[in-house]
């Protein structure tokens, strides 16, 4: 069974720094795509971050390029998400997911459109101003 697990939230003030990090298990690591997501308060989920686990391919959105950093050990099935210069326009549930499909070409910015097949509870990020 696949499983994902986010931990790392919680509240920090504008410019801060946060990393969540994703517990995997039940899945070969090294042939999904795992990436970051989020949903702020009435607006609909989107893709932040993805990475190919395989390759090393990444993807991230244009509101955090330059300000996040996605990373992997494929060692520990762990994914993270380095979170720089917060603002509290990235406050937001971020989940993370994970997904097979891998083996078409630029999948990684596929699957990073909200396309991915498993999904974390998610964590809550909360950025004060």
């Known amino acids: 069974e696949v499983q994902l697990a986010e931990s790392g939230g919680g509240l920090v003030q504008a410019g801060g720094s946060l990393t969540l990090a994703c517990a995997t298990s039940?899945?070969?690591?090294?042939?999904?795509?795992i990436g970051w997501f989020r949903q702020a308060p009435g607006k609909e989920r989107e893709g932040v971050s993805c990475?190919?686990?395989?390759?090393?391919?990444?993807e991230y959105s244009d509101s955090v390029k330059g300000r996040f950093t996605i990373s992997s050990d494929n060692v520990k099935k762990m994914v993270y998400l380095q979170m720089n210069s917060l603002k509290p326009e990235d406050t937001a549930v971020y989940y993370c997911?994970?997904?097979?499909?891998?083996?078409?070409?630029?999948?990684?910015?596929?699957?990073?459109?909200?396309?991915?097949?498993?999904w974390g509870k998610g964590s809550l990020v909360t950025v004060s101003s």
């Open positions: 039940g899945f070969e690591f090294d042939d999904y795509a």
């Open positions: 997911a994970a997904s097979s499909r891998i083996d078409f070409v630029d999948y990684v910015h596929a699957l990073c459109k909200n396309n991915m097949d498993y």
């Open positions: 990475i190919g686990s395989r390759d090393g391919i990444t």
